[in-house]
């Protein structure tokens, strides 16, 4: 080999070798030909305990739609690469990342069988930042609950549903009477804190298919899935009678707490989301100006 090849070859060598990404050759019987020490990282392997070793061996891939294996199931058949999106890379201790990359026949000499190159990069700290980034748009940042514009779309979409299907959906309005009283006492900690309470006293009190969400500074609302008349009432008669058993403790104080609830109906799917919100605000403005502490029903 003359100098300038030699020098090339170093060159690329040491490009490889300091690239972020991934980067494995496999020969035709699927054995691990090079890997560079980004994939290396990756997988869990030494780069030279990696090497002739059977390439599913020194990476799990798994397409996370359908779980079935990227090696061979992927392999190209042509000169054109076959890229593969969100599949699941388990390295040697168990541990997953998801990564995107590509699958690109080794052109060889006529005649040679023909290797592959494999190129990926973990994409998992993007997922989780596009996960947070959806998470957030779509909740309230306080209790963690789904915020008015998800609880809205949620709703008009069961309304549609209904339409289609038939049945019957509850929406339940709930404030809190004593949160304008415990702000002006106790200032906005305050009330924070006891709507972050309330959040969690009403996840255990609504079933896994029911939609919470935050409706307003002092207010909630619940869509209640399949439930109407009597049923919905007991729903709500539960999340009256648990206010009553609940005490809010702030600043070495013990505040009782009631709320007002109102029951609006959905059962003929000609409802409109922004409708139903509407109404159920009004009911839930009726039942304090009674006097708090009960439920009321449209």
Known sequence: MDRNSLRQEKLFSAILRNVSDGIVAIDPELQVM?????????????????RKKPVQKVLSLTNSVDLSSIIPN???????????????LKNQEGDISIIDGSITKIQTAEGEPPGFILIFRDISEVKKMSAVMDFNASHDAQTGLNNIGTFT???????????????????????????????????????????????????SHIQRQDIA????????????RNCTGENAMRVAQRLLKASHTYR????????????????????????KADTVLAAVSAGAAKARAEGGDRIYAQ
């Open 34 to 50: 090079f890997i560079n020490p980004a994939a290396a990282r990756m997988c869990g392997w030494d780069e030279e305990t990696a």
């Open 74 to 88: 992927a392999l190209p058949f042509d000169d054109m690469p076959r890229f593969f999106r969100d599949v699941i």
């Open 153 to 203: 779309r949620r709703l008009q979409e069961s309304i549609d549903l209904l339409k289609r299907e038939g049945g019957g959906n509850t929406v339940i309005g709930l404030q809190i009477d004593q949160y304008s009283g415990i702000n002006d006492e106790l200032g906005s900690q305050a009330v924070d804190e006891l709507i972050r309470q309330m959040a969690v006293l009403f996840r």
């Open 213 to 224: 969400a935050r409706f307003s500074d002092e207010g909630f609302v619940f869509l209640i």
């Open 248 to 271: 809010f403790h702030y600043s070495d104080k013990e505040y009782l707490i009631s709320f007002s609830i109102v029951l609006e109906e959905i059962k003929t799917g000609d409802e």
